[in-house]
Nanobody, 126 residues
Framework: QVQLVESGGGLVQAGDSLRLSCAASGRTFSNSAMGWFRQAPGKERDFVAA????????HYADSVKGRFTISRDGAKNTVHLQMNSLKPEDSAVYYCAVGNGVILSAIRAKLSYNYWGQGTHVTVSS
């Protein structure tokens, strides 16, 4: 079993930055991927970014590319999402997720992830 705890959400103004963190505990897998997804009210949960634990390759949704950066701290089993130049449309609940054996072609798919955090709220005012 894997437990994920997100932190770092909050209320900011457009153009500001936030850094989300996701701490993983319990059983982890060397060939896993960790991802961030977000869900705005009344909308689907969408892929934001992901990183493969081995190798560290990163993947981003087009809407956040160039503004968001995902990184990992292997020693602390923690993944960060640095969000810069935030826009009102970035407002959502952000979820961290872990998937075991995620294949590259499916790294953006929710179904690839086995464990989810409780979510952290991000609100960007205009």
């Amino acid at each position: 079993q894997v437990q994920l705890v997100e932190s770092g959400g909050g209320l900011v103004q457009a153009g500001d930055s936030l850094r989300l963190s996701c701490a993983a505990s319990g059983r982890t897998f060397s060939n896993s991927a960790m991802g961030w997804f977000r869900q705005a009210p009344g909308k689907e949960r969408d892929f934001v970014a992901a990183i493969r634990w081995n190798g560290g390759s990163t993947h981003y949704a087009d809407s956040v590319k160039g503004r968001f950066t995902i990184s990992r701290d292997g020693a602390k089993n923690t993944v960060h999402l640095q969000m810069n130049s935030l826009k009102p449309e970035d407002s959502a609940v952000y979820y961290c997720a872990v998937g075991n054996g995620v294949i590259l072609s499916a790294i953006r798919a929710k179904l690839s992830y086995n464990y989810w955090g409780q979510g952290t709220h991000v609100t960007v005012s205009s």
